[in-house]
């Protein structure tokens, strides 16, 4: 049972690229989401999705697309990278929303962009 | 909006001691969970304990307990006999509408315990 997997786990972008984070669950979980971890910030919610073909902003959205074709993927899109989207980006999912059911965390992607 | 607040960037304890780690919240809600998350240098991100507000009784993981006082929207996380394994940045998050993917962070908290 692998979990939640993100690749890359390392990635230099130059600005203005586009990339894609990728992000799979083997565990048929509905609930799926992408946070980014900037030094002193904690985590913060960019997008999520309660299901397939389901997607919603959180609250840092701006520059970043998702879509949710299948249960078990979940990518994460920038168009146009930018330097202030160096971060560390984590994906998360979980059987159910409620507050009583385990999120499993990937191990996180380090993004940079020069 | 909710916000999450660690009022203590670092802190340190001695091997075998207990320590208090604070976090306020403020929202509107009145469903809603709160979380701790612990975050080693290996950067996984691992719950510690989890609160629903319904509940007045303070959640139990053998030796981490929190003192939740709703009223006061404080939720502080207390670990007892602090193991070397323990240093890792603690973060307290709230779950808005009772979730536990639409989260929200706080700052984190550094916490090393010392042998």
């Known amino acids: 049972n692998a979990g939640v997997t993100q690749t890359p786990k390392f990635q230099v972008l130059k600005t203005g690229q586009s990339m894609t984070l990728q992000c799979a669950q083997d565990m048929n979980h509905e609930y799926m989401s992408w946070y980014r971890q900037d030094p002193g910030m904690g985590l913060r919610l960019i997008h999520y999705s309660v299901g397939a073909g389901i997607t919603d902003q959180g609250e840092v959205p701006n520059g970043y697309n998702v879509s949710r074709s299948t249960t078990e993927d979940f990518p994460l899109r920038l168009l146009s990278a930018a330097p202030s989207q160096t971060s560390v980006y984590f994906c998360?999912?979980?059987?159910?929303?409620?507050?009583?059911?385990?999120?499993?965390f990937g191990n996180g992607t380090r993004l940079t962009v020069t | 909006a909710q916000t999450v607040t660690q009022s203590q960037p670092e802190m340190s304890v001695q091997e075998a001691e207990t320590v208090t780690l604070s976090c306020t919240y403020d929202?509107?809600?009145?469903?809603?969970?709160l979380f701790w998350y612990k975050q080693p240098p290996s950067r996984q991100m691992i719950l510690v304990i989890r609160q629903e507000a319904y509940k007045q009784q303070n959640a139990t993981e053998n030796r981490f307990s929190v003192n939740f006082q709703k009223a006061a929207k404080s939720f502080s996380l207390k670990i007892s006999d602090s193991q070397l394994g323990d240093t890792a940045m603690y973060f307290c998050?709230?779950?808005?509408?009772?979730?536990?993917?639409?989260?929200?962070f706080g700052k984190g908290t550094l916490l090393t315990v010392n042998p």
């Open positions: 929202t509107s809600e009145n469903n809603y969970y």
């Open positions: 998050a709230f779950g808005s509408g009772g979730s536990n993917y639409k989260l929200t």
């Open positions: 998360a999912s979980s059987y159910s929303g409620r507050g009583h059911a385990p999120l499993h």
